[in-house]
């Protein structure tokens, strides 16, 4: 059986300032937790612990473009919803 997704939000943005900013703004519009990631590896790893219902990834990465991340990510969290931004 798979784990439950939790009501969070991953981040993913290789702009720190802008992972920053978007994650304090989504925590406080939508009243849960929100990680955010500046590295898509470390992002990965973290996966089956947040076990978030929704992760934002932008496309363009240096160490991991976001389709890529998005390959790898998905069989980390079976029936989580992907939304990707430029």
Known sequence: MPARLTKSIVL????RSYTELMTQMLA???DC????????RAA???LPRI????IITDYFMPELNGIEFI?????????AAF???T
Not at 33 to 40: A, E, L, N, Q
Not at 51 to 54: A, K, Q, S
Not at 71 to 79: E, Y
């Open 71 to 79: 390959r790898q990510a998905a069989p980390l969290v079976p029936g």
């Open 83 to 85: 939304v990707m931004i």
């Open 51 to 54: 076990l978030p219902g929704v």
């Open 33 to 40: 937790p929100v990680h955010g990631f500046v590295r898509p």
């Open 28 to 30: 406080d519009a939508l």
């Open 12 to 15: 993913v943005d290789d702009e």
């Open 44 to 46: 990965l790893e973290a």
